[in-house]
């Protein structure tokens, strides 16, 4: 995620028992087009897997997933409840390159300072196969900040998320937004990302 004495790392590793008991269920409304993109047995990456609810939902489906978290708390916790290894890895140290079918990003790379997203992008994108798929979820904004936890937030406009996309080459860029909820219990309006890496 970012470094770990920053207030947003620090909140997720004191709190991660806590954190990973807010969702248990698979995220299938957005996990379901994205699976259904990839050929059976795929290989995903997920970033920020949290308490691994979707990682353990694509394991059940027969997909070759290798699950992470930036933060070595909940990693821990994911790892326990998956029974299989889930690594540390920050999002600024993925060097995979041509390696998956599908990155999948739910939720995490919101945390990332805008100046830096770019770069994260770029290495996701070298991570993946060509026709790779990639995932991910932002809460929607129009300019970075804090929430009242104290965890920062990168708050992209479709506009703003979609010209930092579009220097990468993609067969397929895909947005869309819709209004929900957060671990804050905030009303949120969030903004999907699907790409086809070309």
């Not at 909940?74 to 993925?94: D, G, M, T, W």
């Amino acid at each position: 995620m970012v470094k770990s004495q920053d207030p947003t790392s620090r909140f997720y590793a004191d709190n991660a028992d806590i954190y990973v008991e807010h969702a248990n269920a698979p995220s299938r409304e957005r996990l379901d087009p994205f699976l259904a993109r990839l050929p059976a047995g795929a290989k995903i990456l997920e970033l920020g897997c949290g308490n691994g609810r979707d990682s353990a939902e694509m394991l059940s489906r027969g997909f070759r997933v290798t699950p992470t978290d930036g933060i070595a708390e909940i990693a821990a916790e994911a790892s326990r409840r998956l029974k299989i290894p889930v690594s540390v890895l920050p999002f600024n140290e993925i060097a995979a390159v041509s390696a998956f079918d599908g990155v999948w990003a739910n939720a995490c790379l919101l945390h990332v300072p805008r100046a830096e997203l770019g770069a994260v992008l770029a290495r996701i994108h070298r991570a993946l196969r060509p026709g790779g798929v990639f995932y991910a979820s932002f809460k929607a904004g129009q300019a970075e900040g804090h929430d009242a936890l104290g965890r920062y937030f990168n708050y992209p406009s479709e506009p703003w998320l979609k010209a930092l996309c579009e220097t990468l080459p993609w067969q397929r860029l895909a947005f869309d937004m819709n209004h929900g909820g957060a671990y804050d219990g905030q009303p949120t309006d969030w903004l999907h990302l699907l790409a086809v890496k070309a």
